[in-house]
């Protein structure tokens, strides 16, 4: 009889010891997911922004020196690495989805911005660098649209003399392709310096 209660009382501590193995598999497994998902996520920020800042460069690029309405996009992102100057290091495949990106194309044809087709719900929702504040709110990767013009930007210009550049679209002010990017603006006009 007394053997028979040790057994009884090993195999209960033994289906105590698996179930608390498998709850804490189960949350290393959630919590590794979360560190990867966050990993992810850093990088189609970065990759995403890096995209982003290669189609407004490349539309000033092409744009230099002619009087020509509305943006030029390239019609595919390898042109960004091959100009005599790349403008993209490598054409990156979304980090989310590890697959290709949902293109935007513009009304000419070009790609103007791009997307992750994950519908996964984000983890960042605010404290957005600046070049993508828009993102603020945003539930899923889907709706992180990294584009040229930029709305991050397009509210920047206001109270700023009127100079050429990118017309944004929701404020209407004219603002340029690199501000608030690190790349001071040109002067469209030369003074000459006095004695």
Request: charged residues 20%.
């Amino acid at each position: 009889m007394r053997r028979r209660d040790e057994q009884g009382i090993t195999y209960l501590t033994l289906m105590i010891a698996i179930v608390v193995i498998g709850v804490n598999l189960t949350v290393a497994a959630r919590y590794w997911k979360m560190v990867v998902q966050r990993e992810q996520e850093a990088d189609l920020l970065a990759h995403g922004i890096e995209i982003q800042q290669a189609l407004a460069r490349y539309s000033a690029r092409m744009k230099a020196g002619r009087v020509m309405p509305g943006e030029v996009y390239p019609q595919s992102l390898a042109e960004l690495t091959r100009l005599p100057k790349p403008l993209l290091r490598q054409v990156y495949t979304d980090p989310i989805t590890q697959g290709e990106w949902d293109l935007l194309r513009a009304p000419t044809g070009g790609i103007m911005g791009v997307r992750s087709t994950s519908k996964e719900t984000t983890i960042r929702r605010h404290d957005f660098p600046p070049v993508v504040r828009h993102f603020e709110g945003r539930r899923t990767y889907a709706e992180w649209v990294f584009q040229h013009p930029n709305p991050s930007v397009a509210g920047l210009g206001a109270g700023r003399p009127n100079v050429p550049g990118i017309v944004g679209r929701q404020s209407g002010t004219n603002v340029l392709p690199f501000q608030n990017m690190g790349v001071p603006p040109r002067s469209s006009t030369l003074t000459p310096s006095l004695p």
